[in-house]
T-cell receptor, first 113, second 110 residues
Framework: DTGVSQDPRHKITKRGQNVTFRCDPI?????LYWYRQTLGQGPEFLTY????????KSRLLSDRFSAERPKGSFSTLEIQRTEQGDSAMYLC???????????FGPGTRLTVL | QKEVEQNSGPLSVPEGAIASLNCTYS??????FFWYRQYSGKSPELIMS????GDKEDGRFTAQLNKASQYVSLLIRDSQPSDSATYLC??????????FGTGTSLTVIP
């Protein structure tokens, strides 16, 4: 078990471009979470999947953000028409059960110029 | 009112001392509680979880939960310079949304 992995680790893009991040959870975990973290803040919940179903989305998640987990394994997070305010660390976590311990991947650091 | 509040610090303790980190939460119905350690530029790393009132010990770490007072604390005994990091408190209110505090920065001075 290699833990949660995320790709890419760093992404620099120009404002207005679309970006997509990938997360591979721990294989036996059916719950997957996306968070965003900015400097000096704690992780902020974005969305949650149980298997392939997206069960919760933060109201802070604008319609420029979309996430998928097509076969209940890896997940992707896409940001369309990026803005400078989207610059942050995007974290993925997985968990084996509800309300349980979450294990984070290394994160994808996004910089929007 | 924030869901989870922590003193941002920084908290400095000498090597070998006990570091005490505190966290309060707003929803009395919160069910599960977690402490994470985060080194600068890295992702959060789970230290401990606690689900019921009282103390839970794991090595040098002790988590304490008091649901009546709505606080969670983390004690680090025999603090080491490698413990220098930001400590995040996370709370689950039930369901699948987890709320994190802004973290407390701890520095252990050799």
């Amino acid at each position: 078990d290699t833990g949660v992995s995320q790709d890419p680790r760093h992404k620099i893009t120009k404002r207005g471009q679309n970006v997509t991040f990938r997360c591979d959870p721990i294989s036996e975990h059916n719950r997957l979470y996306w968070y965003r973290q900015t400097l000096g803040q704690g992780p902020e919940f974005l969305t949650y999947f149980q298997n392939e179903a997206q069960l919760e989305k933060s109201r802070l998640l604008s319609d420029r953000f979309s996430a998928e987990r097509p076969k209940g394994s890896f997940s992707t997070l896409e940001i369309q028409r990026t803005e400078q305010g989207d610059s942050a660390m995007y974290l993925c976590a997985s968990s084996p059960f509800e309300s349980g311990e979450q294990f984070f991947g290394p994160g994808t650091r996004l910089t929007v110029l | 009112q924030k869901e989870v509040e922590q003193n941002s610090g920084p908290l400095s303790v000498p090597e070998g001392a006990i570091a005490s980190l505190n966290c309060t939460y707003s929803d009395r119905g919160s069910q599960s509680f977690f402490w994470y350690r985060q080194y600068s530029g890295k992702s959060p790393e789970l230290i401990m979880s606690i689900y019921s009132n009282g103390d839970k010990e794991d090595g040098r770490f002790t988590a304490q939960l008091n649901k009546a007072s709505q606080y969670v604390s983390l004690l680090i005994r025999d603090s080491q310079p490698s413990d220098s990091a930001t400590y995040l408190c996370a709370v689950n209110k039930g369901g699948n949304q987890f709320y994190f505090g802004t973290g407390t920065s701890l520095t252990v001075i050799p």
